[in-house]
């Protein structure tokens, strides 16, 4: 073993005494980005190359920062995005939401799909569905100034059409065309702030979390913003807490122009999102 494994061992051992929940991943990430190598090259640093910055790495993790606050970078689906201070890190339960809102635009054998992106954050999904639907028309919304910033340097040069705005009352010029909405909201109760993992509670975006007394405040209005922007037979998903997955898809209603509301499951079988489909008149 080499001083970097050796080094990474007790750095993981720190994170794990720090409540950190994957400490050992964390450790090498840590050390592999330090060192400007990859997790799988650690063994390849030879002693004499050792950076010390590496414990300066390691003590903000155990102080709760995010891993991807210090590397500046986060990785989604086939994506390596830009984040930092001031906007929502993308989480891996997201993926299984594209992945099945990406099923559902191919089932519709839509030339070019029109997509609508609402809370974009930092434009993970939008790009996502822009990379991986061919000839899509990926559009984006973000109403945070920060978080925007850190959406236009991972959107740039994509065919993403990034706009700020309140999600609620964004793209009225794609009233009734649009294919598919998505959204990852804001859904945190705020009397859950308390229980709420310190990486997200102290260093995300509050606007990115917190959203009423039950957390369903901006998912109701999303509801009304899909009805609105969706064309008939077009497709709404938005993600949610798996403790809200019984109460979302009763937002949206039949009467209220909506059919097949329901519930999916994420990769741990936890109810993790709902779709619904506009009904047809």
């Not at 839509?110 to 609402?118: G, K, M, N, R, S």
């Not at 009734?176 to 709420?196: A, F, K, M, R």
Request: with cysteine; charged share 25%; proline share 7%.
């Amino acid at each position: 073993m080499n001083l970097l494994l050796a080094e990474v061992a007790q750095a993981a051992q720190r994170l794990a005494d720090a409540g950190v929940p994957s400490p050992r991943f964390d450790a090498e990430e840590l050390a592999a980005y330090v060192h400007g190598v990859k997790r799988g090259e650690l063994h390849s640093v030879a002693d004499a190359e050792f950076d010390a910055r590496y414990w300066e790495a390691v003590a903000r993790r155990e102080a709760r920062e995010p891993l991807q606050h210090i590397t500046g970078r986060a990785f989604f689906r086939y994506l390596e995005l830009q984040v930092g201070p001031g906007v929502f890190v993308p989480r891996p339960e997201t993926e299984s939401v594209v992945g099945w809102a990406i099923d559902a635009v191919r089932a519709m054998d839509v030339a070019e799909p029109l997509i609508v992106d609402l809370c974009t954050g930092s434009g993970a999904i939008a790009l996502a569905l822009a990379q991986e639907v061919p000839r899509s028309r990926v559009h984006a919304v973000e109403l945070s100034e920060q978080a925007l910033e850190w959406a236009r340097k991972n959107v740039a040069g994509s065919k993403v059409d990034l706009r700020h705005g309140d999600a609620l009352a964004a793209f009225p010029d794609l009233n009734g065309q649009v294919d598919l909405v998505i959204s990852n909201p804001p859904y945190i109760p705020l009397t859950e702030w308390e229980y709420v993992a310190p990486e997200a509670r102290d260093h995300d975006p509050e606007l990115a979390l917190f959203s009423g007394e039950d957390g369903l405040d901006t998912i109701r209005g999303i509801e009304r913003t899909a009805h609105r922007l969706l064309r008939p037979g077009g497709v709404v998903v938005i993600e949610h807490a798996d403790s809200q997955g019984g109460q979302v898809p009763w937002i949206f209603k039949e009467d209220a122009g909506w059919a097949d509301a329901a519930d999916h499951p994420d990769l741990n079988k936890r109810p993790r999102f709902t779709s619904a489909r506009k009904a047809t008149p």
